[in-house]
């Protein structure tokens, strides 16, 4: 891929650390700007070193504050940090619509913490593939730490699990019923629970269902699993962050459960420690390498899933246009099985053609 000069200037500016160039490529990206996907494709090769932290949980949990506790507090053990805040997409310009920020106010003048608002442009999961996009860019541009928090809808913020390393799960103080109704979605997903606002009543009561919830689970979790079988209970009480008995890190990893009140910044550095024993855990067990593996097929998939859908929208267009082929759908004249099968041939017949060549002697 070739970048034309301006691109390359911008590339440059932001390898060489300047935040104002790390700002227009994420604009670019969000934007998809004529040349944005060279531009991506140049960071792959500085990308990798980052901490890649996922933040979700109900609204209302206090994610907000929390993130920016902790994005303070790494700034005070001198790490840069980078900050991606889904928020709800407008249904009037798809962009952010909490884009303020208000409650992330401790790090306001802090260069070394990047606080970018994204939209989550409707995807199901609260996540877009710019926002992966935004993370290579933090990460090539050297933040030591990347947060990304979540818009918080509920059990659909699953999708988190394939930009993030870490996903921490937010659950404020509540009742029985609470936990059971999450159980089904994002506590799922959990690597590290976060029992926020932990100075309210049914606090204490909220944990102890989580940890009930820990030891009676089934063995369900993201990709690499493993998280809540009853085989890894003690895995996570015995974790010293070494690798020396393989049959520590084969046991898996039990999502800790850790007590704060961000606005007070109670319980944030247990947090972080807790953080950072998971990606001990990862590095050393081996189950980061499968995490990136993973990562980059999904991007693959992806990439792939707008190409094709990209190409099928102009063959749809020579075709008649979508509108004019579900009239002919209305008026028996057609039905939307021919029409998938007429829209394809062409392509059906390139990759034939990629396959065999075009004198059926093999692939070219």
């Not at 089904?184 to 940890?211: C, H, P, S, Y």
């Not at 895995?235 to 704060?260: C, F, L, R, S, Y």
């Not at 993973?294 to 749809?316: F, S």
């Amino acid at each position: 891929m070739t970048m034309d000069a301006d691109d390359r200037s911008l590339l440059e500016d932001l390898l060489a650390g300047e935040h104002r160039a790390l700002a227009r490529v994420i604009s670019k990206i969000e934007n998809r700007a004529p040349g944005y996907r060279d531009l991506v494709s140049e960071l792959y090769a500085h990308t990798g070193n980052a901490d890649v932290i996922g933040i979700t949980g109900s609204p209302g949990a206090g994610k907000s504050t929390l993130v920016d506790k902790l994005a303070e507090t790494y700034r005070d053990r001198g790490e840069t940090v980078g900050v991606i805040a889904i928020d709800p997409s407008s249904p009037f310009t798809g962009g952010a619509v909490l884009g303020d920020r208000i409650r992330m106010a401790s790090t306001v003048g802090d260069m070394d913490v990047f606080v970018r608002s994204m939209s989550a442009r409707g995807t199901l999961g609260g996540l877009s593939t710019a926002t992966a996009d935004a993370v290579k860019a933090m990460d090539a541009f050297g933040k030591d730490k990347i947060i990304i928090e979540t818009v918080g809808a509920g059990q659909n913020e699953i999708d988190i699990v394939r930009t993030a390393d870490t996903v921490a799960v937010l659950v404020p103080p509540g009742s029985g019923d609470d936990i059971q109704t999450l159980k089904a979605g994002i506590l799922e997903i959990a690597d590290v629970f976060v029992v926020n606002k932990a100075d309210r009543d049914g606090a204490d009561r909220t944990v102890q269902e989580l940890r009930d919830m820990v030891q009676l689970g089934d063995g369900s979790g993201h990709e690499g699993g493993g998280h809540h079988s009853q085989e890894i209970i003690d895995a996570h009480d015995d974790w010293d962050g070494e690798a020396d008995d393989a049959d520590e890190t084969d046991a898996g990893w039990t999502p800790p459960i850790v007590e704060t009140v961000a606005i007070h910044g109670t319980g944030v550095d247990e947090f972080i420690d807790e953080l950072a024993a998971h990606r001990d855990y990862l590095v050393a067990s081996g189950e980061h390498a499968e995490q990136v593996r993973t990562r980059y097929a999904e991007e693959i998939r992806t990439l792939l899933r707008e190409d094709v859908h990209a190409m099928l929208e102009t063959e749809l267009e020579a075709a008649g246009g979508i509108d004019d082929l579900a009239e002919d759908v209305r008026q028996g004249e057609t039905d939307p099985y021919s029409i998938a099968t007429d829209v394809l041939e062409p392509v059906a017949t390139c990759l034939e053609n990629l396959e065999t060549g075009p004198d059926g002697s093999g692939t070219e």
